[in-house]
C-alpha cells in the first residue's frame, strides 16, 4: 500500500506570509494527488485537484505542484480565513488514502 | 447545487451495529463514486469505503471485515453499516461525493458529518 506523509505537521504564519506544504508518497503516484482544507468543525473542501488544478471557486493564491512522490501546496499570502487543517489524499487502485495533515495556524 | 446530509443516531452500544444514511440532493446519483469517510476526535481523516452507481464497491482493508455500504438510487441516498463496534470507532462520519478527474478521484461534495459515540 502506499503510504502518504505530510510535513510539517503544524506551522505557525503571520497574515501576509508564504506557506509551504510537503505531501510525500511511499511510491511514485503518477499525479493522483489532491488537497483539502478543513476549518474547526466544519467538512473538508477540495481546494486541489490532480497535483495543481484549482477547484472551481478557490482563491488563486492557492496552489499546488509536484511530481513522483512528493507534492507541494502554496498559499501564497496567508490570509485570517486561511486558518485550518490541510489534507493531501490519492487515489490508487479504488483504494483512497489521506495524508496525517498539517494544521496551520497565526504566529 | 449538491447537497448530501447524515442521518443516524449519535450514540451506539460497544459491538453493536452502526448504521447511517446520506441524502443526496441537487445531484444526479450516476457517475459518482458515494463515500464514507470518518475522522475520530482530534484526529485525521480515514476513507471507510465507496459505492458506485453501477453496484462497484470497495472498502479500506482495515475495516473490510466489519463495513458494508449500499446505494437506493429511487431513493437518492446511500448507506453505511459497520458492525462489532469499539470505542475506537468513536468519530464524526462524512458522506461524500467522489469524482473522476484526469488522474486521480477526488471528493467534491461533502455532508456536514454526524458525530457518532460508542458508549454504554
Known amino acids: 500500500d502506499i503510504q502518504m506523509t505530510q510535513s510539517p505537521s503544524s506551522l505557525s504564519a503571520s497574515v501576509g506570509d508564504r506557506v509551504t506544504i510537503t505531501c510525500q508518497a511511499s511510491?511514485?503516484?503518477?499525479?493522483?494527488l489532491n488537497w483539502y482544507q478543513q476549518k474547526p468543525g466544519k467538512a473538508p473542501k477540495l481546494l486541489i485537484y490532480d497535483v495543481s488544478n484549482l477547484e472551481t471557486g478557490v482563491p488563486s493564491r492557492f496552489s499546488g505542484s509536484g511530481s513522483g512522490t512528493e507534492f507541494t501546496f502554496t498559499i501564497s499570502s496567508l490570509q485570517p480565513e486561511d486558518i485550518a487543517t490541510y489534507y493531501c489524499q490519492h487515489y490508487d487502485n479504488l483504494l483512497f488514502t489521506f495524508g496525517p495533515g498539517t494544521k496551520v495556524d497565526f504566529k | 447545487q449538491v447537497q448530501l446530509q447524515e442521518s443516524g443516531p449519535g450514540l451506539v452500544k460497544p459491538s453493536e451495529t452502526l448504521s447511517l444514511t446520506c441524502a443526496v440532493s441537487?445531484?444526479?446519483?450516476?457517475?459518482?463514486?458515494w463515500s464514507w469517510i470518518r475522522q475520530p476526535p482530534g484526529q485525521g481523516l480515514e476513507w471507510i469505503g465507496y459505492m458506485s452507481y453501477s453496484g462497484s464497491s470497495n472498502y479500506n482493508p482495515s475495516l473490510k471485515s466489519r463495513v458494508t455500504i449500499s446505494l437506493d438510487t429511487s431513493k437518492k441516498q446511500f448507506s453505511l453499516e459497520l458492525s462489532s463496534l469499539t470505542a475506537a470507532d468513536t468519530a464524526v462520519y462524512y458522506c461524500a461525493r467522489a469524482r473522476n478527474s484526469w488522474y486521480s478521484v477526488n471528493f467534491d461534495y461533502w455532508g456536514q458529518g454526524t458525530l457518532v459515540t460508542v458508549s454504554s
Open positions: 441537487g445531484g444526479s446519483i450516476r457517475s459518482y463514486y
Open positions: 511510491q511514485d503516484i503518477n499525479n493522483s
